[in-house]
């Protein structure tokens, strides 16, 4: 009796709890980031953790969801005959969330902020590939450029603030067709008047200076732990915004945070272990994959070798990248197909560096075209001519040398094959590792950093081999082998070849859509025969997400939206 009894007090204080908060917070989402973003500064970030919270805490002129482009700031848009000039009719009701409006000045001065070579953004390379008038020559002026000149260009750009800031008009070179769905990606969200650039935008993770336009706000901000966002009450579709708060959580491992989310202290995961994706996949409605336009990669330092840039990498030797029998050997040794199937996430191996979903001006995939660009196998069929062009590496390398193979395998083994902290790229790591030791005979050694200091050190060239990994912005290819260009702060190889930029700058001047991606297949050919980078597979998404949450969605890209989601606890 004394035991029923203690039961049911228990149970009564369990009720009681949860009537007055002190239990599971009713519409109070648990998410997990991953890792700690390094900024959450729209102009500013370039990566996807941090995509993610800024897609919830900012908005563009438009939102994308799923594939299909929807009003955001901007209620509708008109494109004129040509195709070279689009004005954007914003909101009457757009405002930050300080309650002040917001308006298409705001989108000017963000823009310009965000192409302003003074500010250093790291997505300043992205204002190529809208075709916006005088938005190339602000952005990679001369580094040498007075304020005054630097002034003179951004006056020149073709963006202008329209009736009193009821318009934003925006003048092109030439039609783009993927321009408004552009228009969702984060670098092109406003951000208020008082951003600066100080500690890669340190204002938007300060809960006091974080002013946002989005469907939440930033209310709480501890580095390494978590941070917390809560509804945005001047958004203007404020009454679909179902979430009261969201709690960010940031855990690196995946293991962690399913162990969490198991126990039910997280709702939304964007990572799962890879070793439980093959049963979630089949037991469990809670557990969603979704193909991605990205390709995740191995790069080459590249700095001061023949097809490298001029990066300054101090005493690091490099130089053996620079053979490209070398890269050919390195990159045929490595069976695709047995990774995808390690790591189990549904992944697509990669022949080439595009991945599939990309239409051209024939409606045909240009990965299917563009595949047989290079001699690379998605399984183990290339491993003899591997050993072939690695022998001959050897010869070319250490031509006075009677051991040439010998010297090759010792000078590999003094490399180290670099990657962000987690469970799945250690794990990618160890494969290729034993892949090069079988099939070559040497063996890399494996390093690691958190995800904060591998972004620095490989932007830096302080490695030998660094993980890599990329997704488009957008829907072109442009948007993946564009960012191989010397001045671009994602060509992390150090990648140079005059040959490959002036095909895309071919690309990018096209005025038919034919002209354009045979541009495209011609600087891909170049790229894959050049191999800069080792591609390994083509992304797919995982989200574990529990079925007390309802109406989320997310983009084409890979960027998660709660802005219409609810929680039912």
Known sequence: MRKMLLVLVAIATLFTLIACGGGVDANTLNWNIGADPKTLDPGLNGASDGGDVINNT?????????????????????????????TFNIREDAKWSDGTALTADDFVRSWLRGMDPRNASEYSWIWEYTNVVGANEFAFADSESTDAELDALADDVGIKSLNDGAQFEVTLTAPTNWFVSLMAFYHFMPVPESATIAGEGAWAKDPEKAISNGPFKLTYYEVGDHLELEKNEHYWNEDEVGIQKINGYFIDLATTSYARYYAGELDVLNDVPSDLIPNLSVTSDEFYTFALLGTYYVNFNLSGTPIGGTRDIGNRDVEIFGNQNLRYALTLSIDRTAITEAIGTGAVPAAGFIPPGFKDHNEEDFYENSKDDSEIAVDDSMYDEAVAYFEDAADELY??????????????????????????????????????SENLGFEIKLGNEEWATFQDTRTDGAYDLSRGGWLTDFMDPSGMIGIFTQGNAYNDPDYYNPDFEDALEDARDATTAAAHFNALYAAHEIFMEDMPVIPIYHYSDVLMVSSIVTGWSRSVLGTIDFSTASVDK
């Open 399 to 436: 031509p006075n040398s009677s051991t040439p193979l010998a010297d090759l395998r010792a000078e590999l083994e003094t490399k180290t094959y670099l990657y962000n902290t987690s469970e799945a790229h250690a794990q990618v790591g160890v494969l290729i590792q034993e892949m090069w």
């Open 58 to 86: 900012f908005e563009g002129l438009v939102r994308e969801k799923n594939g299909v482009v929807y009003p955001g700031m901007a209620e509708s848009w008109e494109m004129s005959s040509d195709g070279l000039t689009y």
